[in-house]
């Protein structure tokens, strides 16, 4: 530990890919970032005793539990990261804030926006540090992005056109697995993959004003599942149980500031693993980026000079991009797991100073608000307002 360096006593609930993913950015974020306040991985939370064991002593977790209520309980955890299916978020969120701990959750934040509205309400009544896990904002290419945008360089900005395209359940003999049971992800494709390109739209371009959406599951049926973990799982050919989740979800969006988008999210992409990407356009230039190259960064500035237009790419890799100086020499890339890496500076930095970073419990609300929005369009076939949905919510929060 180093001098002065405050130490916040982790309880991570879950020990799967995410729970691997959060364990990796834990373990190196004061070994990559000077950080006033130091994670210390305290205790790792699953059901399973032989599994959360194993994962305990392969993550380097000094402890485990197997129920969450206990590991809440603890005197010696500050922070509770929520890293279990979307079910299970608000009622363990809003339980470790009563008990006064610090919440980092995965997303979406909840299943419903009168849920997510719950959680928020909790945080803010208890004055704990809260944060949502939209990774994708703390690619270095995706910050700089920002900071073209805040500059002023793209201008006015006219479109995004945002896309999240998978392809691993296109076999229609994959089982019924957990992202693909409403009861405990709310919907499929939409708040699984769409969420991230909401937060980065919402990052990127500003707050949304109105959506109009279409949503379709094109396998019904699916082989009921024995076991599962991340995006892969195993199940039973002879029983079947049916999909009541959006196997893809596409919608239209204004924004407050004039700006407009296109979203697709889709687990039926052939080719596509990972597809995360966006292009802005403004009136002076363009961005885009791609999570499957996502060192690099295209712009395109209408100033440059006649005969030498076009977009070109910028390796975001030099000191000057956000948190790129803190890995390696220019060039030498950095991956998936950096962004959460990069996330925790943020989080370690609220929890130490006391503040919320964003993205965070009221970007996760604002979220789950759009993702409302979608659906009831998708219901109604009529375009939705922000405003409408957030009023029928009555929320509290300010735009
Ligand atoms: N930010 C991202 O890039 C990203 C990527 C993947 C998943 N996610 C989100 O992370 C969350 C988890 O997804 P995943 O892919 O890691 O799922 P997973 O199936 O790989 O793991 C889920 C874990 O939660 C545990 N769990 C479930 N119910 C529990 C309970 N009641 N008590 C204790 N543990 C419990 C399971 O045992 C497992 O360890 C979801 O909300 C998902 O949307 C975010």
Not at 20 to 28: G, T
Not at 76 to 98: G, Q
């Amino acid at each position: 530990m180093g001098v002065n360096q405050k130490q916040v006593r982790v309880g991570l609930i879950g020990y799967k890919f995410m729970g691997k993913a959060h364990s990796h950015a834990y373990r190196d974020v004061s070994f990559y970032f000077d950080t006033k306040a130091k994670p210390v991985l305290q205790a790792i939370c699953g059901r399973n005793e032989e599994g959360v064991k194993e994962a305990a002593a392969k993550m380097g977790w000094q402890s485990y539990e197997t129920d969450w209520r206990k590991l809440i309980a603890r005197d010696d955890i500050d922070l509770i990261d929520i890293v279990t299916p979307n079910n299970s978020h608000a009622e363990i969120a809003i339980a470790a804030a009563e008990a006064g701990k610090h919440v980092f959750c995965e997303k979406p934040l909840a299943m419903t926006l009168k849920q997510s509205q719950r959680m928020l309400e909790a945080v803010e009544k208890n004055g704990v540090v809260h944060m949502i896990n939209h990774n994708y904002r703390f690619a270095p290419a995706v910050q700089w992005a920002k900071k073209l945008i805040e500059s002023g360089r793209l201008g006015r900005i006219y479109h995004i056109r945002a896309t999240y395209l998978q392809d691993w359940i296109m076999d229609p003999g994959f089982p019924l697995v957990w992202r693909l049971s409403k009861e405990v992800c709310g919907s499929g494709a939409l708040g699984d993959l769409a969420a991230h390109s909401i937060d980065l739209a919402r990052f990127l371009v500003g707050e949304f004003k109105e959506v109009s959406g279409i949503m379709e599951t094109f396998i019904k049926e699916r082989p009921i599942v024995e076991d599962s973990s991340g995006l892969s799982g195993k199940g039973s050919s002879e029983h079947k149980g049916s999909v009541e989740v959006d196997d893809a979800s596409v919608f239209l969006a204004r924004f407050e500031n004039g700006a407009i988008g296109t979203f697709e999210a889709t687990r039926f992409a052939g080719g596509n693993r990972n597809g995360n990407r966006f292009e802005i356009n403004g009136e002076k230039g363009s961005v885009r980026w791609d999570m499957e190259n996502m060192n690099n960064l295209d712009v395109y500035f209408h100033d440059d000079e006649e005969g030498n237009q076009g977009f070109r790419t910028i390796n975001c890799t030099e000191e000057i991009h956000p948190y790129a100086g803190a890995y390696w020499p220019a060039a030498h890339i950095i991956g998936y797991e950096h962004t959460l890496t990069n996330l925790m500076v943020e989080l370690m930095d609220g929890i130490d100073k006391g503040y919320s970073p964003l993205p965070n419990f009221v970007d996760g609300v604002r979220n789950q608000a759009i993702l409302e929005a979608v659906q009831e369009s998708a219901l109604t076939k009529q375009w939705v307002s922000l405003a409408d949905v957030l009023e029928k919510a009555k929320t509290s929060v300010k735009s």
